[in-house]
């Protein structure tokens, strides 16, 4: 069983920056696909950025494209979301998941962590 904790949200101006981090606990880490989905209130998820190291492929959203970074640290099965000149509009709850097979965007993807809060104020 896959377990996913995320942690590194907080309160933080706009212009700031934050990184989250995503502990992965069983299954596969190098060989699997770890995403970044957020959902803010009254939204639906929404797909952030995505990475499989082993196909070195990445994928960002095209409204965070410049200014999230997503990567991974293999000993410590951590994944991180680097978030540099945050605007008001990237507040919500973030989530990272996991799959062994989806490369993507959309929300299919198998596992699943609880979330962590990231407000950016104007």
């Known amino acids: 069983e896959v377990q996913l904790v995320e942690s590194g949200g907080g309160l933080v101006q706009a212009g700031g920056s934050l990184t989250l981090s995503c502990r992965v606990s069983?299954?596969?880490?190098?060989?699997?696909?770890i995403g970044w989905f957020r959902q803010a209130p009254g939204k639906e998820r929404e797909g952030v950025a995505c990475i499989n190291r082993i196909d070195d492929n990445i994928a960002y959203a095209e409204s965070v494209k410049g200014r999230f970074t997503i990567f991974g640290d293999i000993d410590k099965r951590t994944n991180y979301l680097q978030m540099n000149n945050l605007k008001p509009e990237d507040t919500a709850v973030y989530y990272c998941?996991?799959?062994?097979?989806?490369?993507?965007?959309?929300?299919?993807?198998?596992?699943w962590g609880q979330g962590t809060q990231v407000t950016v104020s104007p």
């Open positions: 069983g299954g596969f880490f190098d060989d699997a696909t």
């Open positions: 998941a996991h799959d062994d097979v989806y490369f993507g965007l959309e929300d299919k993807y198998r596992s």
